[in-house]
Nanobody, 125 residues
Framework: QVQLVESGGGLVQAGGSLSLSCAASGRTFSYYAMGWFRQAPGKERDFVAAISASGSSTYYADSVKGRFTISRDNAKNTVYLQMNSLEPEDTAVYYC??????????????????WGQGTQVTVSS
């Protein structure tokens, strides 16, 4: 089992920045690729970004490329999502997730075995 806890969400004006963190506990964090997803009210859960277990590979949704950066610190068992130039369309609950395929940067939620509870990000216009 891997337990994931997100933090760092909040309310920000358009054009602003937020940094999300996801702290992991349980099994060895460095064995897992990690992803960030988001879900807006009434919509499906969408892929945001993913990072391989070593951190050497990353992958982004087109909608956030150039604005968001995923990173990880395996010594701290934490994955991060730095979000810049935020837009109202980025408003959603953001979830981190763990994928046991350590080399993966999958965009598919079904490839992730463990999920956090989510943190709300609201971007005002």
């Amino acid at each position: 089992q891997v337990q994931l806890v997100e933090s760092g969400g909040g309310l920000v004006q358009a054009g602003g920045s937020l940094s999300l963190s996801c702290a992991a506990s349980g099994r060895t964090f460095s064995y897992y690729a990690m992803g960030w997803f988001r879900q807006a009210p009434g919509k499906e859960r969408d892929f945001v970004a993913a990072i391989s277990a070593s951190g050497s590979s990353t992958y982004y949704a087109d909608s956030v490329k150039g604005r968001f950066t995923i990173s990880r610190d395996n010594a701290k068992n934490t994955v991060y999502l730095q979000m810049n130039s935020l837009e109202p369309e980025d408003t959603a609950v953001y979830y981190c997730a763990a994928n046991s395929n350590r080399y993966s940067t999958s965009r598919y939620p079904t490839h992730y075995s463990y999920w956090g509870q989510g943190t709300q990000v609201t971007v005002s216009s």
